[in-house]
């Protein structure tokens, strides 16, 4: 098992990412009922809050639905352990005995792995652990792409941050399981691993310290540019990267906002753009800033699909994408208040308010 780990384990790391994660993770899945002799695989990641990815082997299979499968991954989410199925969990007609639902881990929550058989025999402790190796190898690599794409229209220092807490959440998380599971095969297996198998076990070790040690060196700070500044670089990296039209209309006093403050008001215009060109599917975005009687309000409006604001906020709850509670915590550190404004098919309305009185005047210090 050991020797066929590996060899599908090099066939997926040699073929090329690409934008669409789909191939990857299919091929991924196929190297998986080879090794696994599935009759049935089935992966779902939580990738976006309202549109979790699906991927077949075989393709054309229609068991389980997807409405089943949601079960599942709620159930995985709570109790985070296999759940085991057997003919009594399967109709008929899918032709399918026995399976096993596995949990896997992207950087959007916890997804599914099903492995299905059509004979009476279960699949191994091996076996499951192979299937988790493969299907995370492939999740890693999905990860990296969505975290270059995402990259792409972040000024350059937020990139640090962001990379940081990505880097962190998610592929260091990844390599880590890996890891483990890697440790479970080796220890469950008969034979002695061979030397091909400890030396990815020794690049994964080091692949983890160089990423703790990428972690710390990017927690910078800003440079000193002005939040006008870097709202209009992060505006100008969405039209390179996605095509969007965009306006910016700033109006702040001199000296209005402390440097830390600019800094916190920044991440969250930014992590709204950012949820703009991930989510919205719009062509224009607006940014505008003013003094309205007691407050220094921003707005960021995009004219795109819009969404059922309470649904995203109890979808962000479980950790499914939007950075929605990040934004209103920061908002509220800041003595301010985070307002959404947003409908299906009607664009959406982001208002930061935060209080002069709260804000430390800098000018003249």
């Given at each position: 098992?050991?020797?066929e780990l590996f060899?599908?384990?090099q ?9 669409d ?6 091929a991924?899945?196929?190297?998986g009922?080879?090794?696994a002799?599935?009759d ?9 809050a309202s549109?979790p990815?699906?991927v077949?082997v075989?393709?054309?299979?229609t ?8 079960r ?6 709570h109790?985070?352990?296999p ?6 969990d399967c ?12 949990p896997?881990?992207?950087?959007g929550?916890v ?5 299905m058989?059509?004979?009476r025999?279960?699949?191994?402790a091996d076996?499951?652990?192979a299937l988790?190796?493969?299907?995370n ?8 792409v969505r975290?270059?794409?995402h990259t792409?229209?972040m000024?350059a220092?937020d990139?640090h941050?962001?990379?940081a807490r990505e ?10 399981g ?11 297996a008969?034979v002695?691993?061979d ?9 994964m070790?080091?692949a983890?310290?160089?990423?703790r040690?990428?972690i710390?060196h ?5 440079p000193?540019a002005?939040l006008q500044?870097r ?8 039209e390179q ?5 965009w306006?910016l209309e700033?109006?702040?006093?001199e000296?209005?906002?402390?440097d830390?403050?600019a800094d916190?008001?920044f ?5 709204a753009?950012?949820?703009?060109y991930?989510?919205s599917?719009?062509?224009r975005?607006e940014?505008?800033?003013r003094v309205?009687?007691e407050?220094f ?11 059922n604001?309470?649904q ?13 509670i ?11 208040v985070l307002?959404l404004?947003?409908q ?6 982001v208002?930061i ?9 800098t000018k003249?210090?």
């Open positions: 098992m050991l020797h060899a599908a384990l066939r997926v790391a040699r073929l090329e990412s690409g934008d994660p789909t191939a990857l993770l299919t991924a899945l196929r190297e009922a080879t090794l002799d599935a049935l695989l089935l992966l779902r990641l939580p990738i976006e549109d990815l699906d077949r075989p393709r054309d299979a068991w389980p639905p997807s409405r089943l499968v949601h599942w991954q709620t159930g995985l989410a109790r985070k352990r759940i085991a199925l057997s003919s009594r109709p008929p007609e899918s032709g399918f005995r026995y399976g096993i639902v596995l896997v881990f992207s950087a929550g997804g599914v792995l099903v492995a058989r059509t004979r025999a279960g699949l191994t076996e499951c652990a988790i190796v493969l299907a190898h492939a999740i890693t690599r999905v990860e990296a975290l270059q794409q792409e229209a000024t220092t990139v941050e962001q990379v880097i962190h959440d998610g592929p260091l998380q990844l390599l880590s890996i890891m483990l599971h890697l440790r479970l095969v080796r220890a469950a008969d002695r691993p030397d091909a198998l400890l030396r990815i076990e020794t690049e070790e080091q983890i310290r160089q990423m040690a990428l710390r990017l927690r910078v700070s800003h000193d002005s500044e709202v209009r670089e992060a505006l100008a990296r969405l990267a996605h095509g969007l039209t306006a700033w109006n702040e006093p000296g209005i906002l402390q830390a403050v916190e008001l991440q969250v215009i930014n992590e753009l950012a949820n703009v991930r989510h599917s719009a062509k975005v940014v505008s800033s309205a009687g407050s309000e921003v707005t960021v409006r995009d004219d795109g699909v819009g969404f604001v309470a995203a906020l109890r979808l962000d709850a479980r950790r499914l994408s939007f950075g929605l990040s934004m209103q915590e920061r908002v509220s550190t800041l003595g301010g307002t404004r947003s299906p098919g009607r664009g959406t309305r208002l308010s935060l209080p002069l009185g709260r804000l430390e005047v003249g210090a």
